[in-house]
């Protein structure tokens, strides 16, 4: 082997004496921490905001289920075409003019993405209602608060030092 890295001879030892890097060594970080501004940032909740496109397009893909349920219904049945046309055009109108009902965020399944977003933030402004959050409020704003106080504190005192001294 070159380098004096490996084996000196790969006999005996049950390998090929072939040496690679250790993918699976994490590195120290030379600032193990995020700057501040950054992690301010980060620490926000955030809510993805669901796609109405999306939501639209779902919620007419299952009325047009229902349509073609009906439709597969009544051709077995033996009806004439223009009925089922005339049936199908009914229900499809009937449903569509229906609004959305509020769907049960448990009964969700994990690929409804932008239906789980639209839950979690119809619940979250339920819960912000609830309790008498305002809309505007920020998550920390109060510690900001408390050290725009003490910033402001430490600077009478210094302008009473400099007073004092003259």
Known sequence: MTSN??????????????????????????????PKDFRDETLKQRHRKPDEDILEHDRKREVEVKVFELRDRLEDEGVSESEIDLQTTALRKKLLSVSSAKSNAKALKPHQVHELAKAKMEESEKLRRAL?????????????????????????????????EK
Do not use: C, F, M
């Open 5 to 34: 890295v490996g084996l000196s001879t790969p006999r005996g030892s049950g390998t090929s004496g072939y040496v690679q890097r250790n993918l699976s060594h994490l590195r120290a970080r030379n600032d193990p921490y995020p």
């Open 132 to 164: 008498g959050i305002s809309e505007d409020y920020e998550e920390g704003g109060h510690w900001k608060k408390q050290e725009e106080r003490a910033r402001e504190a430490g600077k009478e005192k210094g302008k009473e030092k400099e007073g004092s």
